[in-house]
């Protein structure tokens, strides 16, 4: 299977010594591994485009209305893993190949989709390609993100060799898509105990990211006593032991795993500490129950230390429930090849560009078998036997999509 080569070609692009993988939107390895795909998909004669938000689009027959769309991102979070985006790039050439080894003549446009910075690994905001397109955040805020270094999207995108003033909503593309089918390693070990190497999926929880901005003092950490202190860093500890008991207490999770400590040096009480809660729920109420009860107990802290603090949401994703007539007909599909036709039907607490189309476009996601479960790390894995599958999975569902009249997908 053309996989394997593939597979083997793209691992490197921006794998570190541990294995983990650094591709950032708009820099090296990220850049490399479109290149990478941009030739695979010119290779079999595919027409590639670039939107205006940085997507990139390769047509097997089109542009044009009535698409059948596929794909997925390639750039990692930090120290990411190898399957979390790659392996629906991957998949969708591979099931290219799988359809024109069929002799599959498309009767519409099939088009495979690599979406910019899912992760929102350098700038931020996850999904920040599907989001301009589906104009589901301003240009003008998408242009003066920032990265680490200050460095902004619309700078990063200019040296890039895009223009930033053309960023934002892109109705036509969207508008020539009938359906948009996403394949993805499962971040979970859901499929594991069954016989399935491939589900399907259900719904996407609820999610967001908000920025908490602790203010306080700088001053000697040898000689200030304790009282005359204003230490971010104590109402900043509240905020993360605070995430994990809003998150017990209803059912969610809750996450601190990004600060900025500044100056950040051993011997200075801050001045400012920067964190980033990473919050999901089965349902917005929950969501957003957690995310006050975090609000609530890191203002408390914060009064109570004489610290300044602000919460901003940077993004916030409704609860995705994909459309239950295309959702059944992927498990009817994949079924017929599945040593039990009950595909297995999974919710998941992961973001996907699949969850900002699916408000746009009929959606659906296929999940390949991870036995470990283990996501956004070096070790997120999936046996090769299951990508295959998956890959064949993938061509099964393109091809009957395909063949299917447009617009026929029931919601
Ligand atoms: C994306 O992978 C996310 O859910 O954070
Ligand atoms: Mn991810
Ligand atoms: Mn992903």
């Keep these: 299977m053309s996989f394997d080569r593939m597979w083997a070609?793209?691992?490197?692009?921006?794998?570190?010594?541990d294995g983990g993988y650094h591709r950032y939107t708009w820099a090296g390895a990220d850049t490399d591994a479109r290149a990478w795909f941009t030739g695979e998909a010119a290779a079999r004669g595919l027409d590639v485009r670039t939107d205006r938000n940085g997507n990139l689009w390769a047509w097997w027959g089109g542009p044009g209305p009535g698409a059948v769309a596929t794909?997925?991102?390639?750039d990692s979070v930090p120290d990411g893993g190898a399957f979390d985006g790659p392996l629906g790039v991957v998949s969708a050439l591979a099931a290219v190949d799988e359809l024109r080894a069929r002799g599959v003549r498309p009767a519409r446009p099939l088009v495979l989709a690599v979406f910019v910075?899912?992760?929102?690994g350098r700038f931020g905001v996850p999904c920040l390609g599907s989001r301009l397109t589906a104009g589901e955040i301003s240009p003008e805020r998408a242009r003066g993100l920032a990265d680490a270094d200050g460095v902004t999207w619309a700078e990063a995108m200019a040296a890039a060799g895009h223009d930033p003033d053309l960023i934002g909503p892109d109705p036509d593309t969207l508008a020539s898509l009938d359906v948009f089918v996403e394949l993805h390693v499962e971040q979970g070990r859901a499929l594991e105990d069954t016989v399935h190497p491939v589900g399907v999926a259900s719904a996407i929880w609820p999610h967001g990211r908000w920025r908490m901005d602790f203010t306080g003092r700088a001053d000697h950490a040898g000689t200030t006593r304790l009282a005359d202190r204003n230490d971010p860093m104590l109402p900043f500890a509240h905020a993360v032991l605070a995430a994990r008991a809003q998150a017990e207490e209803h059912g969610a999770r809750a996450t601190v795993a990004r600060s900025v400590i500044v100056p950040n040096g051993t011997n200075a009480i801050p001045s400012l500490v920067s964190a980033w809660l990473d919050a999901r729920a089965d349902s917005e109420d929950t969501l957003t129950a957690v995310v006050e009860g975090v609000r609530a107990r890191a203002e408390a802290a914060a009064r109570e230390h004489g610290v300044g603090v602000a919460m901003t949401a940077e993004s916030r994703t409704p609860l995705v429930s994909f459309a239950h007539g295309l959702r059944d007909r992927l498990?009817?599909?994949?079924?017929?090849r599945a040593p039990d036709p009950r595909v297995p039907v999974l919710p998941t607490g992961a973001g996907h560009d699949a969850g900002v189309l699916a408000a746009h476009v009929p959606t659906a996601m296929l999940y390949v078998r991870n036995p470990t479960g283990v996501s956004h790390s070096p070790k997120e894995w999936a046996?090769?036997?299951d990508c295959h599958a998956g890959v064949l999975a993938l061509a099964d569902v393109l091809q009957d999509l395909l063949a299917r009249p447009v617009g026929e997908v029931a919601p």
């Design 383 to 385: 046996r090769p036997d």
């Design 331 to 336: 498990a009817a599909v994949v079924g017929t």
């Design 71 to 74: 794909g997925s991102h390639l």
């Design 117 to 120: 910075e899912e992760e929102g």
């Design 9 to 17: 070609e793209l691992a490197p692009v921006g794998r570190a010594a």
